[in-house]
């Protein structure tokens, strides 16, 4: 799951669910490139790229540079904090 806000900055959060527990939210990663407010992020329909855009007229893509496995939750390697920029698009 992926949050933006007034603080220039993407989040990048891990749900950890259990058939007999409430979902967990766990803080992943913090993405830092814009400067001004960030006020949309969407995946690319596979998940394997993030765009960001802010009103500082920027859109950013970031790409997961880590190894990933088939299931975001589960324990195994995940490319943790290896979310870079991919490349920037100005308005």
């Known amino acids: 799951v992926a949050s933006a806000g007034n603080d220039n900055e993407v989040r ?15 803080f992943h990663q913090e993405l830092t490139g814009h ?3 960030v006020n949309a992020v969407r995946f690319s329909p596979d998940g394997e790229t993030l765009a960001s855009a ?3 007229t920027s859109i950013i893509l970031w790409k997961d ?3 990933r496995s088939s299931s ?3 324990s195994a390697p995940q490319g943790d904090g ?5 490349g ?3 308005g």
Do not use: A, H
């Open 88 to 90: 920037v698009l100005r």
């Open 65 to 67: 540079k880590g190894v």
């Open 12 to 26: 990048l959060w891990k749900i950890k669910t259990s058939s007999t527990e409430q979902p967990d939210v766990i």
């Open 35 to 37: 400067s001004k407010p």
């Open 54 to 56: 802010s009103d500082d």
């Open 72 to 74: 975001f939750g589960s």
């Open 82 to 86: 290896t979310w870079g920029p991919l």
